[in-house]
Each structure stands twice: as structure tokens, then as C-alpha cells.
């Protein structure tokens, strides 16, 4: 299988070098086919010279220039070097400032060949670390971030997001390359993650220490980071919020519920009686229901023609049953406790009417056919 080393470089001279020698002479990478790609935005303390230099002995290593535009797009123009150019079917990334012991990039191939499709370094695991000199803020901002991460996008087995050092299947690069431009910087890390995850990437954890770097400065600014991570992780949340059938269902519950309010003060307001209000208003709402359930919140199992008449009635049938769980509920309330408290238990009546309804439509007429 033919691997690649993305390695991005701003103002790495000193270590990029002394990098590549570690990996090359990795054990563990002996008997594998290993390209190395240098990603550089034309760094100005000659990082490329060095480069240059260093490939004229070492043919599989190369470098890819280009103009300073943050991580997150130099990762993905080595990703599609590594993929299109140098064929690539498995990609290892990881800092050049040696923070990412080389030693263990070989361990992320054997979570690989033990079955995993993304091999993630983790320093929240027993065994791994971060540095103990780091001040108590980047400590700080590093633990939550990726706690925000872990318990907001509901991911809890996985403990690092943020950290960079990964191998993983190209597969996915092709997958999902086309979402990730908008981001950058650590949120890139996350996302490209996370969106693996999601398109089914298996994922296996394996730990490392951390080491603070000991040539050049971090390029990185710390102080945007939690709020970065707060903006990926709840915008996130929305979007599955919006694509849920739930929500949709509760949009749809809420117009029905305009509808016979209007229609029942109109009704009153022309001069008839209150419950032929509440009849032609209750039927309408029913109406609007039906047509959108039908066409958005379960598109997905949209009702044949032939069928939908049917269906309809059964719909019908369905609220006079919440309607009936609604009445219900105030009744036997008043019965226990007298009827001062009937607002209290027209409230849990009309939660048990919902759930009644959301699941007589998920489960019996928008019924899912395996
Ligand atoms: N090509 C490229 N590499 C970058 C850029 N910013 C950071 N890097 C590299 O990404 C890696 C991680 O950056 P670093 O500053 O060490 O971040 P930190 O470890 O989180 O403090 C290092 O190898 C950097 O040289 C950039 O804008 N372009
Ligand atoms: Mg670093």
C-alpha cells in the first residue's frame, strides 16, 4: 500500500530536517512504501532551501510550495498532492516541530493494518501527555476544547481533536474534502475528524506524549481557540437540529397550531357558534399536517397516491386520539386533585398527546419500509 507523510512547515528550518532523518530511519517503516511531503508557505527562514537540499539524497522525499494561508489549507493542498500526484492510499499527518514523537507514527500504521480506518495520537489517554511545562491556560484551553469537542458532537470515545497527529485511509480525504475549506487553524483538525466520523471512518486511539517544541515559536494564537471550537461545535448541533425529523415535526405542530387559532376567531368573529369554529379551525390544521409531514418532515417515506386517502383518515383517527389522551388527562387530573389545577395537567396532556402523535406518524403511517 503506498503511505504519505504530510508534514506543513512555516518557519521550520531546524527542525525539519533533523524530522525527516527520524522518520526515515524508523523501524517501523522499513518493508513500506513511504512518501514524504513537505508542505511550505514559502517560509522565510529558508525551510525550503533545506528541503531542496535534503531531496536531492532522499527520491522519495518532496516538497510542495505555496503562498501563507493558514493550516487548514495547507493540509488539504498536500492531501490532494499526496492523492492525486504521488497516488497515495494512506496519509500520515503530523507537526514538523517534533512535538509529535516519529516513533510513534509507525504504531499509527499498525492501528491501521489492526483494522481501524483513522488512526488518531491521543494525549488524553492513559499513556499519552501533554507537556508538564506548558502554562496553566494552554493546559486549560486544550482540556476543554477538546471536552467541548468529545460531549458536544457526541463523541465521547474519542478524547483528542485537536492534536494533529493522525493516519487515516484516503478514502476519506476523497469523501469529504469538498466541506472542509471554510475551516482552518485547530477547528480544520476537528472537522476533518468529525466529518470522517460521520461518513463512517472507524476510529482507534493510540497514545503519545506531547513534547513542547524546542526550535522556532508556535504559529497558532491560542486566544481565539475556545471560541472557535464553541462556534464549529453549536453551529454542528443546529444543522442536525434542522435535518431532524423531531424538530421538523414540532415546526409543522406549530403552524397546525396557528392555523386553528385563526381560523377559530375568524369563525367566531363572522358570527357563528365557538365549536363550529373549533371544528372547521381542528380540520384545517389537520390538513396542513398531513400535507407537510407528508412532503418535509418524512419526505424521505413520502406516501404513493393510491394509498394517501387512507392514510389521511388514519391521520384523522390519530389526533381525535391525542385529542382523546389530551381530555384524558385533565379528567383523571381533576378527578386526584379537583379542577383548579386542570392547566397543569392540560400541559402534560398535551406532551403525551405530542408523543403520541410523533409516534403514530414515525411509526405507523410515515411507517419506514426496511
Ligand atoms: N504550511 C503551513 N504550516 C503551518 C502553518 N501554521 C502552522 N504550520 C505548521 O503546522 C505545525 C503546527 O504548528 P504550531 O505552530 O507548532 O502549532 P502548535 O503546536 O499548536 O503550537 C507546524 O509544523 C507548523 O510549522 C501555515 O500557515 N502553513
Ligand atoms: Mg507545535
Redesign the pocket.
Known amino acids: 500500500m503506498k503511505i504519505a507523510v504530510i508534514?506543513?512547515?512555516?518557519?521550520?528550518r531546524e527542525?525539519?530536517i533533523l524530522l525527516l532523518d527520524k522518520l526515515i530511519g524508523q523501524k517501523g517503516f522499513k518493508n513500506r512504501d513511504i512518501n514524504y511531503l513537505v508542505?511550505?508557505?514559502n517560509?522565510p527562514d529558508g525551510t525550503q532551501k533545506a528541503v531542496k537540499e535534503y531531496i536531492l539524497t532522499h527520491p522519495n522525499v518532496f516538497l510542495l510550495t505555496?503562498k501563507?494561508?493558514?493550516?487548514g489549507?495547507?493540509?488539504l493542498?498536500?492531501m490532494k498532492y499526496t492523492v492525486e500526484n504521488l497516488k497515495a492510499q494512506l496519509l500520515i499527518q503530523?507537526?514538523?516541530?517534533l512535538?509529535h514523537d516519529p516513533q510513534v507514527a509507525p504504531k499509527l500504521l499498525e492501528a491501521i493494518d489492526a483494522g481501524a480506518d483513522f488512526a488518531v495520537g491521543s494525549r488524553y489517554i492513559p499513556g499519552g501527555s501533554i507537556p508538564q511545562n506548558w502554562g496553566w491556560h494552554r493546559k486549560m484551553y486544550s482540556r476543554i476544547g477538546n471536552m467541548i469537542v468529545r460531549f458536544g458532537l457526541g463523541y465521547p470515545k474519542i478524547h483528542d481533536w485537536?492534536g494533529?497527529f493522525r493516519a487515516y485511509k484516503s478514502i476519506y480525504y476523497h469523501k469529504i474534502h469538498n466541506e472542509l475549506p471554510q475551516y482552518n487553524?485547530?477547528v480544520f483538525q476537528i472537522a476533518f475528524l468529525h466529518k470522517s466520523v460521520a461518513a463512517g471512518a472507524k476510529v482507534k486511539e493510540v497514545p503519545f506524549n506531547?513534547t513542547d517544541?524546542k526550535f522556532?515559536?508556535?504559529?497558532?494564537a491560542?486566544s481565539e481557540y475556545i471560541k472557535n471550537v464553541l462556534v464549529y461545535v453549536i453551529g454542528n448541533r443546529i444543522e442536525a437540529l434542522k435535518k431532524s425529523t423531531f424538530s421538523k415535526f414540532a415546526v409543522v405542530g406549530t403552524i397546525g397550531f396557528a392555523i386553528n387559532t385563526v381560523l377559530l376567531e375568524i369563525v367566531v368573529a363572522l358570527g357563528f357558534h365557538p365549536a363550529i369554529g373549533s371544528i372547521i379551525g381542528a380540520e384545517c390544521a389537520i390538513i396542513s399536517n398531513f400535507i407537510w409531514n407528508n412532503s418535509w418532515t418524512f419526505s424521505d417515506r413520502k406516501l404513493k397516491k393510491e394509498i394517501r386517502i387512507y392514510k389521511f383518515i388514519q391521520f384523522n383517527l390519530t389526533s381525535i386520539g391525542a385529542v382523546i389522551i389530551q381530555t384524558a388527562a385533565i379528567w383523571l387530573g381533576s378527578i386526584f386533585s379537583g379542577t383548579q389545577l386542570y392547566r397543569y395537567y392540560y400541559v402534560i396532556g398535551v406532551v403525551l398527546g405530542l408523543i403520541w402523535n410523533y409516534f403514530m406518524y414515525s411509526r405507523v403511517i410515515w411507517k419506514k419500509i426496511a
Do not use: C, Q, W
Not at 68 to 71: A, I
Not at 216 to 220: A, C, E, R, V
Open positions: 508534514i506543513p512547515t512555516y518557519n521550520e527542525n525539519i508542505v511550505d508557505d517560509s505555496g501563507k494561508e493558514g493550516l489549507k495547507a493540509l493542498r498536500g503530523m507537526d514538523a516541530d512535538s485537536t494533529g487553524g485547530y506531547f517544541r522556532g515559536h508556535s504559529k497558532i491560542p
